[in-house]
């Protein structure tokens, strides 16, 4: 049975770069087990938008309402002990050091080493995510380093796991892989909030999406049941008939 109920909502959240509004009074409420596109061309925002939800931007002005509780997220550190894991699309890994090493940086002292490699093996396995964690990050390709985000954020057993673009990084292939370990996440009654601009992958795996244009929610809907040419509409404005 898929868990039921609001994770996370979001009321009028707001970004201000200046005078600039990157993200300007959003509202979207993700349900638990629930796989949840932010949808939006170059520029709309999302970056801005999920940097809030992990504790890297501080919002102007909004609110966010976690397991129905309000909270201020003060750091990614905070975030992580709320139950939310990122999965950011430009990483951020020292290429001197071990997977595991790596692993061991972004979570609280007092585990060792060789239990961190461990539990990473587990649940690279269990999630089909091949991973060694005893390699170098210099030795590994962009889908490797990848995997080593998902796992150091499984590691943490998040209700939430946000991915920032991620197939921009992967093959085919790849891409593929990702998408059975987003569907066995949301069979846990996790959910996910996947940022993409590919409207075809946002209709294969998305059970919902919230569609942003210059900082704004311009449509909010099953992608699944709307035409390619409909959200295409609410991503870039009237007339589609350019792309
Ligand atoms: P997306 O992820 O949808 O491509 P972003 O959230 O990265 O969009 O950016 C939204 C807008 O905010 C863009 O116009 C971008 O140039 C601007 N922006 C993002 N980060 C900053 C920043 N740190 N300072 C100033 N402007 C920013
Ligand atoms: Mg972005």
Redesign the pocket.
């Known amino acids: 049975m898929p868990a039921s109920g609001t994770l996370l909502s979001v009321e009028g959240l707001t970004?201000y770069?200046?005078s600039?509004a990157?993200?300007d009074g959003i509202d979207l409420k993700i349900a638990k087990g629930e796989i949840h596109a932010l949808l939006?061309?170059?520029?709309?925002?999302?970056?801005?938008?999920v940097?809030m939800l992990f504790g890297v931007?501080e919002p102007s002005a909004g609110q966010i309402i976690w397991d129905g509780t309000p909270v201020t997220i003060e750091a990614p550190a905070h975030a992580r002990r709320l139950g939310i894991g990122m999965v950011f699309?430009h990483f951020s890994l020292f290429e001197a050091l071990t997977v595991a090493e790596n692993i061991a940086l972004s979570l609280e002292p007092g585990i060792s080493l060789s239990q961190i490699a461990e539990e990473a093996r587990r649940l690279s396995v269990e999630y089909g995510l091949p991973l060694d964690p005893r390699a170098h990050v210099a030795d590994l390709s962009v889908g490797e380093r990848q995997r080593i985000e998902i796992v150091r954020a499984l590691l943490q057993n998040p209700k939430l796991i946000i991915l920032?673009?991620p197939t921009s990084v992967l093959t085919p292939q790849e891409a593929d892989r990702l998408f059975e370990t987003l569907n066995k996440l949301r069979a846990e009654g996790r959910s996910v909030l996947y940022?993409s601009?590919r409207l075809e992958e946002v209709q294969r795996i998305c059970d919902k999406a919230t569609v942003?244009r210059h900082?704004k929610v311009t449509g909010a809907c099953d992608p699944s049941q709307e035409t390619a040419a409909s959200l295409a509409r609410m991503m870039v404005g009237g007339d589609v008939s350019e792309i």
Do not use: P, R, V
Request: charge should be neutral; charged fraction near 25%; proline fraction near 0%.
């Open positions: 970004k770069f200046g600039f990157a993200c939006g061309e170059n520029g709309a925002g999302k970056s801005t938008l940097k931007l699309q920032d673009e940022i601009h942003l900082g």
